[in-house]
């Protein structure tokens, strides 16, 4: 295409045809004021600031929507130019209350700094304010539309980046307004609160629930949000050495760009909690005999845990210690933490909380994959061609991946979802394969995925030169495959074979990206499931290529972090194992320290050992086993059977309650560091605010324990622990050079060919007529994972969400529990381990036969539903139990 | 029909000759009016879903027309003319007397949905001056008998349906 040539204020240009006047003016360092544009969205035109004049012909133009054409003289400030922006401003104003100084956008407001910049002030217009209704119901945003501009940017945000079409103009001309459907209230709308209208709105029209702090906030200090696996940047705005306020990042390049979820942008509020633990605290015995954790310093509290486990080490040897870490801590300290664990206390004795989750499913795709799965961009999966999710809703987990998808979708991807449940993703444009009988078909999306792939292999619509370079001893595979009938697989899927030739011809020579659900192993099938989608993934040749692979939204945010700092019974720092002589003896080289023959325990087995007496002290830093592990009180009875604990953390939890020494700890925002997000994009951050009281860092704790222990290495410095890190962990060799590095996993079409998973006909288990309904405990968008932070955000707590268990229409009928007045009665759900009480409503995207079980409510005693030993490797599924209800 | 009562089946009948097409939104829009007289709001989210739409979006073309309306409407709309050439003709009066006739102000539907009453900016039968239309009808050169005439016309057939 031949570039076109033309002038902006006398200098000479030559750009690409397409490209708009504003586009060129910014390239060219000229400065046009804009109030609808952003550079994530679409051309607009709807405010008319950015007004140009073409000196050849006299047109004024809206800069944003016109493209440039030969010869045109661009003027951006002529006289006609600064006259008519003027009047725009002028008319706005005289419809924009005077609401200035009370106004919480205060000095950030566009409006108001482009009146400032054309010099208008006193409009001399006749006063025509727009009342419209004020709305501050929800907990989350307060929408003052008499302060609207029209600008549109909501409504482009929530159709063009979150796809979820909350809102849209409504009437016409001085009417006009964004609404929702039915003018509902956002709380009742689709309004998923993700805060990326606020973010974006150019005056106080739209802003942030905001009980402590209104107005402009001291500073603004960007960092990575601490909940999900997305990573996304944030900038936070801070007053008095309290976040007040999140956005996204300005920044380019960030995972989320100008969006967020209704975590990220405010569930931070739990920041400021009052459960925040300010002080260390030592169990003592006071003057009537009553044990009691009571305040102490520092120094004491890191003597008496260094005393008392260098104690129970001497005594009953280096076996009798557990360590949990955290994949919501940053690498450096995970790093440490193990570090700790196997030199200077000497055991493999060491897991975290998401090992039985996101992480073991990141390890097994890693392994069946070679570690191609490693480096997954979220904007690879908005440019594939075609998707499959996999028993995902994204929307509620990782909602930043979610949206990539939608995009994906709009951009013209093939989606296919295979999911029972009618997700948001399943209603936006997916092809959604689903069991049609009514209950759900035990081992469906297994079945389904092998008929996809038997389909495709049935009309030869595969990679062949992938298969024959990269798959180990392809043919045999493919025999047993060619010899299954596709028709079979469809009718044990209980989905009709037409939809499912339907999907395979979706994807028929296509590169797929699989978004699989971060949790798939801790259902039932999960591993044969992944096992399914992989093989589909390889003889489509979606391994290894652009805009195609495996995506786990996971759902902590340093899950990935944590496995390749070694935060594992079994692995080493750089995913080396402890089995395998050499790899231990690599490691112990670059340490210069004994590593510890045997496998440490997983958490399993650190509570049954805990149960039996064989482990007598725990130290647990930055998790709340008594939430988020099944049968707490079966944990919290092996807990108390320790004779030791430590726990370090933010937040005075349940588990704290049982410790001999609380130490602590600074959150994500208050701390330096790095975390490893699901893409495997290595992100760092400094501290936006100090950690409250007394508290600091994690890593700061264990470096001035590993000093009281007598370790001889002195962790002054993020920096020290970098540099160690850049070495044992030859995949962080970038870790910390930019803000944002990629891992660098080795390339795996060096590490020989990739064998197929054999695909074995499933026994499905039979339903327990005392336990007829199947129910799953999973996420909903207000509380990430078990809940012990977002419980503590005053807004997710007010805004209503108790998490109702929710259930099909025809089930709830059947119980008689729909009276028709959209009343919720409560139940109690039972379960062969357990029972517990809830209000239920009636949600038609759940299949009938299933309830859904939100997790993170009411202190996460979903949990209570199910039995410990399903976490006992391999795991047979906890995520969901078979239950009966009772109307109460 | 009973504007109250939402018909279901109806609007899936008209909704499966457009599934799928976004385009055809409008010409959808105006089927719906056409066989419900109105837009029923319970009908937004099923055609929203078919067009692959946001529901929210089909909300703001159908406010955006004055052609389109989500209240119910009487059997009988009534335009009155309340341009130039039909003001200096006196429409004002013969609004007053409709208003006056029918215990109506503009925009109001009767309580029975037998008569709505608007007014409009130009019917384009200036000649005809002053005039209005009922459903499809024109009535031109009124007068206060005519008028009179016209509304018991309609009053009666209502009377009989």
Known sequence: MKNIAFSINGKNISTLPGTSILEAAIKNGFRIPTLCSHADLAPYGACRICLVEDENTGRLMASCVTPVAPDMKINTDSPRVTANRKNIVRLMIAEHPESCIVCNKGNRCELRMIAAQLGVAETRLYRMPNYKPFETMNPFITRDLSKCILCGKCIRADHELVGVGAIDYSDRGFASRPVTLHEKPLEQSRCTFCGTCVSMCPTGALSTQNTIFTGTPEMEKTTICGFCGAGCSLSMGVSGNRVVEVNPSPDTGTVNGATLCVRGHFAHDFLLSPDRLIHPMIRRTDEQGMEALQPAGFDDALSSAAGHLADIKRRYGPESIGFIGSAKCTNEENYLFQKIARVIFGTNNITSLGSTGSQALLRKAAERTMGDCRVSPLSDLENAEAIVTVLTDPDHTVPVAGYHIKRAVKKGAQLVVIDPHRSDLAAFGGFWLHPENSGSSKAFAFNAVNAITAHLIADDAMDHDFVKSRIEDPLGWMDAMADTDPEALAGKAQVSPQKIKTAALLLQNKKIAFVIAADLLETRHGKETLDAAINLALITGSIGTKNAGIFIPSIENNTAGALDMGCAPDLLPGGRSIADPQDRQAVEDMWGAKIPETEGKDIHGLIEAAEVGTLKALYIMGENPLRALPDPERVRTALKNLDFIVVQDIIKNQTAELAHVVLPAGAFAEKQGSFTNMEGRIQSFTAVVPPPGEALPDWTILAMLARKTGYPEQYTTIEKIRQEIRRVVPMYGALGSHRQVWIKPADSRNSGKIPLAPIDDLKVDDTDEKYPLSAHIMNRRWHLGSGTRTSRSARISASGNIGEVEMAPGDAKAMGLTDGNGNKPMIRIFSPFGGIERSVAVNRAVPEGSVFIPQGFSGNDAMHLVDFNALKPPGSGWRIVPVRIEKI | ?161
């Not at chain 2, 709001?41 to 955006?64: K, N």
């Not at chain 2, 900016?121 to 009922?134: N, S």
Request: glycine fraction near 6%.
């Open chain 2, 1 to 161: 029909m009973d504007p109250t009562q939402f018909d279901r089946e109806k609007l899936d009948e008209i909704i499966k000759n457009y599934q799928d097409k976004k385009w055809g939104l409008i010409p959808l829009l105006q089927d719906v009016q056409e066989v419900f007289g109105f837009i029923p709001p319970e009908s937004i989210e099923p055609i929203a879903d078919a067009l692959q739409m946001y529901p929210s979006q089909v909300q703001g073309v159908i406010t955006f027309y004055s052609g389109f309306s989500l209240k119910p409407k009487g059997r009988c709309v009534l335009k009155v003319c309340r341009g130039t050439a039909c003001h200096v003709k006196g429409s004002r009066s013969i609004l007053r007397m409709i208003k006056k006739d029918l215990k109506l102000e503009e925009g109001e539907t009767s309580p029975d949905y037998q008569f709505t009453l608007e007014t409009v900016a130009c019917l384009g039968a200036c000649f005809l001056a002053p005039t209005m239309m009922v459903n499809r009808d024109y009535f031109g050169k009124l007068n206060p008998t005519k008028v009179t005439s016209v509304l018991g016309e309609y009053r009666k057939e209502s009377k009989e349906a």
